[in-house]
């Protein structure tokens, strides 16, 4: 049997940095052993206090009568629970004084699946023939976005200005200057906190991006993942920001939910319907218990505490340890630069003049049982590919436990030793 696949088909089935990604990380989880170090995907933290509170909210749905049998046996409407829509729409009116209802607010399968409805519904082929793009204002950008395309590429992207802040620091910005938006842009799209780099666009950046969309007359699309109002996972300060040319996504995975696929779409109401659409069409509907679980807490604003008061602290205080690791495994042995971290669950490391590509590095850490993601899936949409600062990153979890995050860190060390004794000899 001939088993061909269409363009599109190879675009979703073949190799993905994404896929690699998620396969070490799912592996990992079901059957690693104790000494495997898992520092490569961007698996939450299990918090015990926010594990505690899913665990009652999953006791009081079992002890209200037919709770249990509306979750889990029936459908919802393709948008989401019109109950857990309201209440969002009422808690960002509340607490933010955005202007909208829940008219502008859809449900999808996970944030990675709502972005996949957004790229190919803003970009591609259009009706009259022309092709559009998505603009990147910085890369390195998420992974997860690279191969989404179901008509091929649809992403050109800006490489940043590299601005070192400190001893063994540094931070991106974006490139202004070199931002060009033509007719064929579709939408800008960051996310903030940044994955991979835990970058955090600064309000005025994200302000002179948002001014840039508006006057294109295009959609300014902020991932929110790990960012304001929830989780967030920012360890400095970012407004959360919403207007009517502004899709925002969020999701209640890195609260703490990754199983329950429960990503949210906050933007215009045609985009919106469109999205409720699709979920009809890919899946009929989206998954019912994230939405159950969560909705009191939206109610009462208690998600907001939850992320403001026990998430984010957490976080914050797992990224210093691991940055006080770095320091002392790696010393000043070689070159090396973490990204600032101001937000999300990972540490980008630099290493200039790297003697081997960090895909290399990935694979002989792997080796050793150390699983992290090589920095250059994170470049994507331009077409330099001899910049060699892309071949010379990458980027670690810092979510695990202290021990697994401290073995991981010395390999990666010795691992980097190792590469520059190697070029030594050779030399």
């Given at each position: 049997?001939?088993?061909e696949?269409?363009?599109f088909?190879?675009?979703?089935?073949?190799v993905?940095?994404?896929?690699?990604?998620?396969?070490?990380?799912?592996?990992?989880?079901?059957?690693?052993?104790?000494?495997?170090?898992?520092?490569?995907?961007g698996?939450?933290?299990?918090?015990?206090?926010?594990?505690?509170?899913?665990?009652?909210?999953?006791?009081?749905?079992?002890?209200e009568?037919?709770?249990?049998?509306?979750?889990?046996?029936?459908?919802?409407?393709?948008?989401?629970?019109?109950?857990?829509?309201?209440?969002?729409?009422?808690?960002?009116?509340?607490?933010?004084?955005?202007?909208?209802?829940?008219?502008?607010i859809?449900?999808?399968?996970?944030?990675?699946?709502?972005?996949?409805?957004?790229?190919?519904?803003?970009?591609?082929?259009m009706?009259?023939?022309?092709?559009?793009?998505i603009?990147?204002?910085?890369?390195?950008?998420?992974?997860?976005?690279?191969?989404?395309?179901?008509?091929?590429?649809l992403f050109?992207?800006?490489?940043?200005?590299?601005?070192?802040?400190?001893?063994?620091?540094?931070?991106?910005?974006v490139?202004?200057?070199?931002?060009?938006?033509g007719?064929?842009?579709a939408?800008?799209?960051?996310?903030?906190p940044?994955?991979?780099?835990?970058?955090?666009?600064?309000?005025?950046?994200?302000?002179?991006?948002?001014?840039?969309?508006?006057t294109?007359?295009?959609?300014?699309?902020?991932?929110?993942?790990?960012?304001?109002?929830?989780?967030?996972?920012?360890?400095?300060?970012?407004?959360?920001?919403w207007?009517?040319?502004?899709?925002l996504?969020?999701?209640?995975?890195?609260?703490?939910?990754?199983?329950?696929?429960?990503?949210?779409?906050?933007?215009?109401?045609?985009?919106?319907?469109?999205?409720?659409?699709?979920?009809?069409?890919?899946?009929l509907?989206?998954?019912?218990?994230?939405?159950?679980?969560?909705?009191?807490?939206v109610?009462?604003?208690?998600?907001?505490?939850?992320?403001?008061?026990?998430?984010?602290?957490?976080y914050?205080?797992?990224?210093?340890?691991?940055?006080?690791?770095?320091a002392?495994?790696?010393?000043?042995?070689?070159?090396?630069?973490?990204?600032?971290?101001?937000?999300?669950?990972?540490?980008?490391?630099?290493?200039?003049?790297?003697?081997?590509?960090?895909?290399?590095l990935?694979?002989?850490?792997k080796?050793?049982?150390?699983?992290?993601?090589?920095?250059h899936?994170?470049?994507?949409?331009?077409?330099?590919?001899?910049?060699?600062?892309?071949?010379?990153?990458?980027?670690?979890?810092?979510?695990?436990d202290?021990?697994?995050?401290r073995?991981?860190i010395?390999?990666?060390?010795?691992?980097?030793?190792?590469?520059?004794?190697?070029?030594s000899?050779?030399?």
């Amino acid at each position: 049997m001939n088993h061909e696949f269409s363009l599109f088909g190879r675009q979703l089935a073949g190799v993905s940095g994404i896929g690699e990604l998620m396969e070490d990380l799912g592996n990992a989880l079901a059957s690693g052993g104790p000494d495997l170090c898992m520092l490569g995907g961007g698996q939450p933290a299990h918090i015990p206090a926010v594990n505690a509170r899913w665990r009652q909210r999953m006791e009081d749905i079992l002890a209200e009568p037919g709770a249990l049998e509306r979750v889990l046996a029936n459908y919802d409407p393709p948008r989401g629970n019109p109950k857990f829509i309201a209440a969002l729409a009422a808690l960002f009116h509340r607490e933010f004084g955005w202007d909208l209802g829940p008219e502008n607010i859809a449900i999808t399968s996970g944030g990675q699946t709502a972005f996949f409805f957004l790229f190919n519904l803003l970009a591609g082929e259009m009706p009259d023939g022309r092709r559009k793009k998505i603009l990147l204002p910085l890369v390195p950008e998420y992974i997860g976005y690279a191969n989404q395309g179901a008509g091929g590429d649809l992403f050109r992207a800006v490489p940043p200005k590299i601005e070192i802040t400190g001893p063994h620091e540094f931070k991106y910005r974006v490139d202004f200057e070199a931002l060009e938006i033509g007719d064929d842009i579709a939408a800008i799209c960051v996310s903030r906190p940044t994955n991979p780099t835990g970058n955090v666009l600064t309000d005025g950046e994200i302000a002179r991006l948002s001014e840039l969309a508006k006057t294109h007359g295009i959609p300014l699309i902020i991932d929110n993942a790990y960012g304001a109002p929830f989780p967030n996972i920012i360890f400095t300060e970012a407004a959360p920001v919403w207007d009517e040319h502004v899709i925002l996504t969020l999701s209640l995975s890195k609260l703490g939910l990754p199983g329950t696929r429960s990503g949210i779409v906050v933007a215009h109401p045609r985009i919106a319907a469109a999205l409720a659409a699709m979920s009809a069409i890919i899946g009929l509907a989206n998954p019912n218990i994230g939405q159950a679980i969560a909705l009191p807490l939206v109610e009462s604003g208690e998600i907001l505490r939850i992320a403001n008061e026990t998430v984010r602290p957490f976080y914050m205080e797992k990224s210093r340890q691991a940055r006080d690791f770095v320091a002392e495994i790696f010393g000043d042995s070689f070159d090396y630069y973490i990204h600032r971290s101001e937000g999300a669950l990972f540490l980008w490391l630099w290493f200039p003049g790297l003697p081997i590509p960090s895909r290399e590095l990935y694979e002989r850490l792997k080796r050793r049982g150390v699983l992290i993601i090589s920095g250059h899936y994170f470049f994507f949409g331009h077409d330099d590919a001899s910049w060699r600062h892309r071949h010379e990153c990458l980027r670690m979890t810092f979510t695990m436990d202290e021990s697994v995050v401290r073995r991981g860190i010395q390999a990666i060390g010795e691992e980097v030793r190792r590469a520059h004794r190697e070029a030594s000899a050779e030399a």
